[in-house]
């Protein structure tokens, strides 16, 4: 499977926002058009946009909810949809919207029983189980809250028929200090399912060492703060992949994408 890079748009309080190690505190605010921005990462090559709703993370309410309608109406790209997804009925109205896939990771926590439910009834193709790790524990709900071991809970669910990943290392994220793909390894390597991983990238050598060691499960790199802040664009991580060794590892898709 090719490595995919997607990516990603945090909304709070309708604004594109980056939070440095998910404190709501150390908050970056880019002066982003977010639908504006989509559509020139479509333009570069992207097929999948990651958004990450904060203000349902944190139980703020939907001021974003506007922009999400927008990026999935009038965007080509598949969206992946994170954030205060923690009901049956905040998918329902996530698909309705026409999200491509759903993000959810304290829901497996809180109510199980739901995502199972969620999982027969929508499909594990378009559910992402949210491993988000904080000093070796489990974070949920906005990352405030720790619930366990993350391995433990990536492979039960990996043996209940969750098939995607997002694994997210809160202490790099939104740091540029390089992504964590050794946690990223033994999720892919406990679990057998495909993981993506968010939090870290900051320059084109984080990109060009995902994509030397490609190891079985690694399935796709969250591009975030560093594309708003012209690190390095998207064309520029493609052709960086693509250099590594051939289109099918440098492709901005997935082969299993919807």
């Given at each position: 499977?090719?490595?995919?890079?997607?990516?990603?748009?945090?909304?709070?309080?309708?604004?594109?926002?980056r939070?440095?190690?998910?404190?709501p505190?150390?908050?970056?605010v880019?002066e982003?058009?977010?639908?504006?921005?989509?559509l020139?990462?479509?333009a570069?090559?992207?097929?999948?946009?990651?958004?990450v709703?904060?203000?349902?993370a944190?139980?703020?309410?939907?001021?974003?909810?506007a922009?999400?309608a927008?990026?999935?109406r009038?965007?080509?790209?598949?969206?992946?949809?994170g954030?205060?997804?923690?009901?049956?009925?905040d998918?329902?109205?996530?698909?309705?919207?026409?999200?491509e896939r759903?993000v959810v990771?304290t829901?497996?926590?809180?109510?199980?029983?739901?995502?199972?439910a969620?999982?027969?009834r929508f499909?594990?193709?378009?559910?992402?189980?949210?491993v988000e790790v904080?000093?070796?524990?489990l974070a949920?709900?906005?990352?405030r809250?720790m619930a366990?071991?993350?391995?433990?809970f990536?492979?039960?669910?990996?043996?209940?028929g969750?098939?995607w990943?997002l694994?997210t290392?809160?202490?790099?994220?939104?740091?540029l200090?390089?992504?964590?793909?050794?946690?990223?390894?033994?999720?892919?390597r406990?679990?057998?399912v495909?993981?993506m991983?968010?939090g870290g990238?900051?320059?084109?050598?984080?990109?060009?060492e995902?994509?030397?060691r490609?190891?079985?499960?690694?399935?796709?790199?969250?591009l975030g703060?560093?594309?708003?802040?012209?690190?390095?664009t998207?064309?520029?991580?493609?052709?960086?992949?693509?250099d590594?060794?051939?289109?099918?590892?440098?492709a901005?898709?997935?082969s299993?994408a919807?």
């Amino acid at each position: 499977m090719a490595l995919e890079l997607i990516p990603s748009l945090d909304l709070l309080q309708g604004q594109v926002v980056r939070l440095v190690q998910g404190d709501p505190r150390r908050r970056i605010v880019y002066e982003i058009d977010p639908l504006e921005q989509a559509l020139r990462w479509a333009a570069a090559g992207a097929r999948w946009l990651h958004v990450v709703h904060l203000d349902g993370a944190f139980g703020t309410g939907g001021a974003s909810a506007a922009w999400i309608a927008r990026l999935v109406r009038e965007t080509p790209l598949a969206v992946q949809l994170g954030g205060g997804l923690r009901t049956l009925e905040d998918l329902e109205r996530a698909f309705e919207l026409g999200v491509e896939r759903a993000v959810v990771g304290t829901m497996a926590v809180r109510n199980p029983d739901a995502l199972e439910a969620a999982l027969a009834r929508f499909g594990a193709d378009r559910l992402v189980l949210a491993v988000e790790v904080r000093e070796g524990k489990l974070a949920i709900a906005g990352w405030r809250e720790m619930a366990g071991d993350p391995l433990a809970f990536a492979r039960e669910w990996a043996t209940r028929g969750v098939q995607w990943v997002l694994y997210t290392n809160v202490l790099r994220d939104g740091t540029l200090a390089g992504p964590d793909l050794e946690g990223v390894a033994e999720i892919a390597r406990a679990t057998g399912v495909q993981v993506m991983v968010s939090g870290g990238v900051g320059d084109l050598s984080h990109i060009e060492e995902a994509g030397r060691r490609a190891f079985p499960g690694l399935a796709g790199l969250i591009l975030g703060r560093a594309l708003h802040e012209r690190r390095f664009t998207l064309e520029e991580a493609i052709a960086r992949l693509r250099d590594l060794g051939g289109e099918d590892r440098a492709a901005a898709r997935l082969s299993s994408a919807g």
